[in-house]
Structures are given as C-alpha cells and as structure tokens.
C-alpha cells in the first residue's frame, strides 16, 4: 500500500525558507514521478513542482529560482526546499507519487506553510 508522509511545514516569515519532506514506502519508488502540489484556502490545488525518475525537474512558473525538489532514491524521500517565501505561498503541500507505467497517482495528507509576519 503506498503511503507518503509530509513533514518539515510550520510557520515561517516573509523572505524565509522552509525544507518539506516527504517519505515514501509501499511501492518502487525508483520508478516513479514525484511532485509537490498545494492548495490554499478557496483555491484549487497546484502544481508545484515535480521530479522525473532519472531526476528532471519541472516547475511551475511562479516557483522557478526560489523553490528546489529533488530525491534520494536511496532513502525513498523527496524534497522541496523552499526560499525567499512569499505570504501568497500560504497553502497545505501535497506529496504526490505517480508510476511511470501505470499512470497510477496517490497522495499524502499534506503539510501546513504558513508565511506570516
């Protein structure tokens, strides 16, 4: 069963950096496409970024220069390192997984980020 555990978010301030983890088990995680998603309040959720399994990255326009995903296949985690945050990036993030031969995707619980002085 594939499960994806969120952690690292919390309360920053504007102008900050926050580094989101996310632990993956249950599935070939070598193998799979990986993402952070977000959703803020009243808003529908969106693509942050996300890393191939060979390591190619692809963000979303408002994130490039300041967010950076990568992955340790070795510890089955990925990350979203995350700087010069903005109140707007306020959202819970979503660890998304998605197999590269079946197109099957599942999701984590999400983590809260909070930018506020």
């Known amino acids: 069963q594939v499960q994806l555990v969120e952690s690292g978010g919390g309360l920053v301030q504007p102008g900050g950096s926050l580094r989101l983890s996310c632990a993956a088990s249950?599935?070939?995680?070598?193998?799979?496409?990986m993402g952070w998603y977000r959703q803020a309040p009243g808003k529908q959720r969106e693509l942050v970024a996300t890393?191939?399994?060979?390591?190619?990255?692809n963000y979303s326009d408002s994130m490039k220069g300041r967010f950076t995903i990568s992955r340790d296949n070795a510890k089955n985690a990925v990350y979203l390192q995350m700087d010069s945050l903005e109140p707007e990036d306020t959202a819970v993030y979503y660890c998304?997984?998605?197999?590269?031969?079946?197109?099957?995707?599942?999701w984590g619980q999400g983590t809260q980020v909070t930018v506020s002085s």
């Open positions: 998304n997984s998605r197999s590269t031969i079946t197109g099957l995707t599942d």
């Open positions: 249950g599935f070939t995680f070598r193998l799979y496409t």
């Open positions: 890393i191939t399994s060979s390591g190619i990255t």
